[in-house]
């Protein structure tokens, strides 16, 4: 929805499964402490403490509904103190939807071995254009924030010892993560971004090199 149309129409909810973390504050969702709800202005799935909020909504007949804080205000015009807005960054937040649209590489893989915790898990992979020695790991391309960063530089990029083709491997004194991706050229392609940003080239650095080579 555009912004002007707000409470005008309803919107398309984002759907539950889509969305691993609140879609305001970034805190990750859980069954016990935090629900996941929908704003009934945006759309978004939103944790209860920033859906903390009613705003009348033109397409429900001027009825409160609940809203994130961002439509409140918008809906409102009634600001938030400014400490409430500062504790909506994180160190790691770095928008995994905002990277696909500027990054060197990006795709689901799967992600092998129990260094993930849970073996065989997907993880949508960037490697973005303004940090590109560095691989981030979301659980979904909504996630604002990344679960796992892994900084490339020195690391060792080989074919998996798995008979497939489309396992590759990072690898680096005892650390090792393995990925597994859709196609073999899919997995080519990511063992070349690996292998670039692992010798620490960078776009428009002194390396820099046609990327489709
Ligand atoms: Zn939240
Ligand atoms: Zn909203």
Same mark, same amino acid.
């Given at each position: 929805?555009?912004?002007?149309?707000?409470?005008?129409?309803?919107?398309?909810?984002?759907?539950?499964?889509?969305?691993?973390?609140?879609?305001?504050?970034?805190?990750?969702?859980?069954?016990?402490?935090?629900?996941?709800?929908?704003?009934?202005?945006?759309?978004?799935?939103?944790?209860?403490?920033?859906?903390?909020?009613?705003?009348?909504?033109?397409?429900?007949?001027?009825?409160?509904?609940?809203?994130?804080?961002?439509?409140?205000?918008?809906?409102?015009?009634? #600001?938030?103190? *400014?400490?409430?807005? $500062?504790?909506?960054?994180?160190?790691? /937040?770095?928008? &995994?939807?905002?990277? +696909?649209?500027?990054?060197?590489?990006?795709?689901?893989?799967?992600?092998?071995?129990?260094?993930?915790?849970?073996?065989?898990?997907?993880?949508?992979?960037?490697?973005?254009?303004?940090?590109?020695?560095?691989?981030?790991?979301?659980?979904?391309?909504?996630?604002?924030?990344?679960?796992?960063?892994?900084?490339?530089?020195?690391?060792?990029?080989?074919?998996?010892?798995?008979?497939?083709?489309?396992?590759?491997?990072?690898?680096?004194?005892?650390?090792?993560?393995?990925?597994? #991706?859709?196609? *073999?050229?899919?997995? $080519?392609?990511?063992?070349?971004?690996? /292998?670039?940003? &692992?010798?620490?080239? +960078?776009?428009?650095?002194?390396?820099?090199?046609?990327?489709?080579?």
């Amino acid at each position: 929805l555009q912004s002007e149309e707000l409470g005008l129409r309803a919107p398309q909810w984002v759907r539950d499964k889509m969305v691993t973390m609140c879609m305001r504050c970034q805190e990750p969702f859980n069954a016990l402490m935090r629900r996941r709800h929908h704003c009934r202005a945006c759309g978004y799935v939103v944790c209860a403490r920033c859906s903390d909020y009613r705003a009348e909504l033109k397409y429900d007949d001027n009825r409160p509904n609940r809203v994130c804080l961002d439509c409140y205000m918008f809906l409102t015009g009634n #600001a938030l103190p *400014e400490d409430k807005e $500062d504790k909506r960054r994180g160190i790691l /937040e770095k928008g &995994a939807a905002a990277g +696909s649209k500027q990054s060197l590489m990006c795709s689901f893989l799967q992600l092998l071995g129990d260094k993930w915790g849970k073996s065989g898990s997907r993880g949508w992979c960037v490697i973005p254009q303004d940090d590109p020695l560095v691989l981030y790991v979301y659980a979904a391309p909504q996630d604002m924030r990344a679960h796992t960063s892994i900084p490339l530089l020195g690391y060792q990029v080989t074919a998996g010892p798995q008979a497939d083709p489309r396992v590759f491997q990072l690898q680096q004194s005892g650390q090792l993560y393995a990925f597994k #991706a859709e196609t *073999e050229e899919l997995k $080519d392609r990511w063992v070349k971004a690996m /292998e670039r940003a &692992a010798s620490g080239w +960078s776009p428009g650095g002194p390396n820099d090199r046609d990327l489709s080579d």
